[in-house]
């Protein structure tokens, strides 16, 4: 899926030169509130979600993750569990392995972002070449990198 232009003004927006994990301006405590209040929506509709806080996301553009653990799928000696990433630039949020998670569950996600003040991206747009102000892009390929990834 190509980036739209629409998509690509959003992303270059909050795109900072030489601030890899967080932007001059982050406030941590907020983004965690409104990313707990999404956690709790979709528990209280009985899905089984886990949190990820700032420790277990060091050294990424993104700090706060919603594991859904109702799609968890084992293969072997993989383990593929679908998650909400939420970025540290721009409330910017995406979702993995989202062929593993039905439709409606999809749509309540992007509903429940949105209603904490969160935009949803998609990660297949995310999944393109990453062309912002960032000296030496080869270390940032894509724009999912840039914003969804540990770097």
């Not at 709790?40 to 060091?58: P, R, T």
């Not at 993750?65 to 409330?91: H, M, T, W």
Request: hydrophobic share 40%; charged share 30%; net charge negative.
């Amino acid at each position: 899926m190509p980036l739209s232009q629409k998509t690509r003004s959003l992303l270059s927006s909050y795109d900072e030169d030489g601030v890899y994990e967080f932007p001059r301006d982050f406030d941590e405590s907020d983004v965690e509130k409104r990313a707990r209040s999404v956690l709790c929506s979709l528990s209280s509709q009985g899905l089984d979600v886990k949190f990820e806080d700032w420790v277990h996301n060091q050294d990424a553009s993104f700090g706060l993750a919603i594991l859904l653990e109702d799609f968890k799928r084992e293969e072997g000696q993989c383990v593929y569990i679908p998650c909400l990433r939420f970025s540290n630039f721009g409330n910017l949020v995406s979702l993995t392995w989202i062929d593993m998670v039905p439709k409606a569950v999809i749509d309540e996600v992007i509903k429940l972002v949105g209603q904490n003040n969160f935009v949803y991206v998609s990660r297949e747009e995310l999944d393109c070449p990453y062309d912002g102000v960032m000296e030496g892009r080869e270390n940032l390929p894509t724009w999912w990198i840039r914003y969804f990834d540990w770097i």
